[in-house]
Nanobody, 126 residues
Framework: QVQLVESGGGLVQAGGSLRLSCAASGRYLSTYDMGWFRQAPGKEREFVAAISWSRTTYYADSVKGRFTISRDNAKNTAYLQMNSLKPEDTAVYYC????????????????????WGRGTQVTVSS
């Protein structure tokens, strides 16, 4: 079992930055692919970014060039650096982990992730 806990969310003005953290316990993350997803009110959960165990990264088009996903296996933690935030980035952000495969199709599909955190709220004001 992997337990994931997100932190770093909050209220920020448009154009600002936040850094989300996802701390894992129970297992070492080094062999897991990690993903960040988000869900806005009234919308389905959507893919944001993912990083494989070998550090290959994928991003949603809507965040490419603004968000950066990274991982520190020594700290058993994954990160999402969010810059140039927009009001449309407002959502609950979830981190997730899986070992079902490192293809783009698998890593961008929330149904493939086995373990989830409870989420952290990000609110971007205009």
């Amino acid at each position: 079992q992997v337990q994931l806990v997100e932190s770093g969310g909050g209220l920020v003005q448009a154009g600002g930055s936040l850094r989300l953290s996802c701390a894992a316990s129970g297992r070492y993350l080094s062999t897991y692919d990690m993903g960040w997803f988000r869900q806005a009110p009234g919308k389905e959960r959507e893919f944001v970014a993912a990083i494989s165990w070998s550090r290959t990264t994928y991003y949603a088009d809507s965040v490419k060039g603004r968000f950066t996903i990274s991982r520190d296996n020594a700290k058993n933690t994954a990160y999402l650096q969010m810059n140039s935030l927009k009001p449309e980035d407002t959502a609950v952000y979830y981190c997730a982990a899986q070992r079902r495969g490192s293809t783009r199709a698998t890593m961008t599909d929330n149904a493939e992730y086995e373990y989830w955190g409870r989420g952290t709220q990000v609110t971007v004001s205009s």
